[in-house]
């Protein structure tokens, strides 16, 4: 009986198939990468980066697929601008003929020494599972049926519903200068009273 989670057979992984230049799987030297990475190794996950790097241009435009998910997966908040800054490096590799491996080496230093955080990972891998179980749904609240909405609009939600209630940002940044919310807020609750929420037809749009 096989398990219904996790990875397929390794048969459908066309990198189990593969060797690098020193005779080592392909398959097992990115395992051997993301796993240093994730234990700050950083000359290993290095030396395991470069036989990739040697082993072929695909197998190293794989390794660039794999650190992109490396900075999400592995590092995730610990480092917030992981993923651009390893696109950056990844175009900067591409622009070299043949690859330039400095570009990767720092990319793997950069993801090996960074704080790490799997907690993406981890809620992404629940959320699909809970999906697939049954067992969670996503909820759709009252405040999310806005002007932007079919459903809001057929409830009778203007913009004063947004700005009380859609427009919430429990976590805001304490230095916020509203004046131009508050200026729009009485420009709307003005439009609203003399109007009505009633979105303007189609036809009647300036």
């Known amino acids: 009986m096989a398990r219904r989670y996790g990875p397929p057979h390794y048969t459908q992984d066309p990198y189990s198939q593969l060797v690098s230049p020193h005779g ?3 398959d097992d030297l990115v395992s051997v990468l993301q796993k240093e990475i994730r234990r700050s190794n950083v000359d290993n996950a290095v030396l395991a980066a470069y036989e990739l790097y040697r082993t072929s241009p695909d197998v190293a435009q794989h390794l ?4 992109r998910i490396i900075a999400v997966e592995d ?7 992981g993923p651009l800054l390893i696109e950056t490096l990844h175009r900067n590799f591409d622009a070299t003929p043949g690859g330039d491996w400095m570009m990767a080496c720092h990319a793997v230093r950069l993801l090996a020494t960074a704080q790490k955080d799997r907690t993406s990972s981890e809620h992404a891998d629940w959320t699909a ?3 697939e179980l049954g067992q969670a749904l996503v909820e759709v609240p009252d405040y999310a049926h806005c002007v932007h909405t079919k459903s809001g609009q057929q409830l009778g939600h203007g913009l004063m519903q947004w700005w009380h209630h859609g427009a919430q940002v429990p976590d805001e940044h ?3 200068d509203h004046r131009y919310r508050d200026e729009l807020i009485t420009i709307h609750q ?4 003399a109007n009505g929420t009633a979105p303007a037809e189609p036809s009647s749009r300036p």
Do not use: F
């Not at 590092?75 to 601008?81: E, F, K, T």
């Open 24 to 26: 080592i799987a392909v």
């Open 64 to 67: 660039w697929r794999r650190l």
């Open 75 to 81: 590092i995730g908040m610990g480092l917030p601008l």
């Open 129 to 131: 599972t809970m999906v």
């Open 174 to 176: 304490p230095a916020a």
């Open 190 to 193: 003005v439009d609203e009273d």
